[in-house]
T-cell receptor, first 121, second 114 residues
Framework: AQKITQTQPGMFVQEKEAVTLDCTYDTSDPSYGLFWYKQPSSGEMIFLIY??????QNATEGRYSLNFQKARKSANLVISASQLGDSAMYFC??????????????????FGTGTRLQVTL | DTGVSQNPRHKITKRGQNVTFRCDPI?????LYWYRQTLGQGPEFLTY????????KSRLLSDRFSAERPKGSFSTLEIQRTEQGDSAMYLC????????????FGPGTRLLVL
């Protein structure tokens, strides 16, 4: 089974409107982190926002917020007041902290297939 | 610029040649990751270093691939006897071991094998 699922290959949103990008995840690890990255056409992955599995409140970073529904295993990204510069690929990723791992070892990120967002005038 | 840097940004090579990529992480970061991204996909994990120790390798990292981080600072990724299937974007990321441990990515090296 896919660990990260992004079901929207492409989305359009008008400038100044809000948009929600969907992400569902699958893990049996009780401790994990969820990340969203933006990838413009230049290729660099830009970190946007983080949500920890034990965080009580939804994460927010400026115009970005994360709608975290733990029971449904979803971590949707909400972008408010869209701007033309928001046009890019958006990737959801998960880091499973692996409670059985040796202390001090970190875990890789597992990415979804991404959603291409196009902001229109 | 204090971000992650990668060189070269682009590499075109002929099948069978060896290539080497370099990654310079953010200076205080002790963890360094390599990922590969093919067209239309998200990045896939290749390998990870904590300081100079290579702690994890993906099954994607065949015997033709080798990575080093000799002094716990910059890292190199070498691909020997390149194949057309190696054509991809190779991304490097670094992080500092804390609870959130966000990985910050470099601009990537885009490899084309002819």
């Amino acid at each position: 089974a896919q660990k990260i699922t992004q079901t929207q290959p492409g989305m359009f949103v008008q400038e100044k409107e809000a948009v929600t990008l969907d992400c569902t995840y699958d893990t049996s690890d009780p401790s994990y982190g969820l990340f969203w990255y933006k990838q413009p056409s230049s290729g660099e992955m830009i970190f946007l926002i983080y949500q920890g599995s034990y965080d009580q409140q939804n994460a927010t970073e400026g115009r970005y917020s994360l709608n975290f529904q733990k029971a449904r295993k979803s971590a949707n990204l909400v972008i408010s007041a869209s701007q033309l510069g928001d046009s890019a690929m958006y990737f959801c990723a998960m880091r499973e902290k692996g409670y059985r791992r040796v202390a001090g070892t970190a875990s890789k990120l597992t990415f979804g297939t991404g959603t291409r967002l196009q902001v229109t005038l | 610029d204090t971000g992650v840097s990668q060189n070269p940004r682009h590499k075109i090579t002929k099948r069978g040649q060896n290539v080497t990529f370099r990654c310079d992480p953010i200076s205080e970061h002790n963890r360094l990751y390599w990922y590969r991204q093919t067209l239309g996909q998200g990045p896939e994990f290749l390998t990870y270093f904590q300081n100079e120790a290579q702690l994890e390798k993906s099954r994607l990292l065949s015997d033709r691939f080798s990575a080093e981080r000799p002094k716990g600072s910059f890292s190199t990724l070498e691909i020997q006897r390149t194949e057309q299937g190696d054509s991809a974007m190779y991304l490097c990321a670094s992080s500092y071991g804390r609870t959130q441990e966000t990985q910050y990515f470099g601009p990537g090296t885009r490899l084309l094998v002819l």
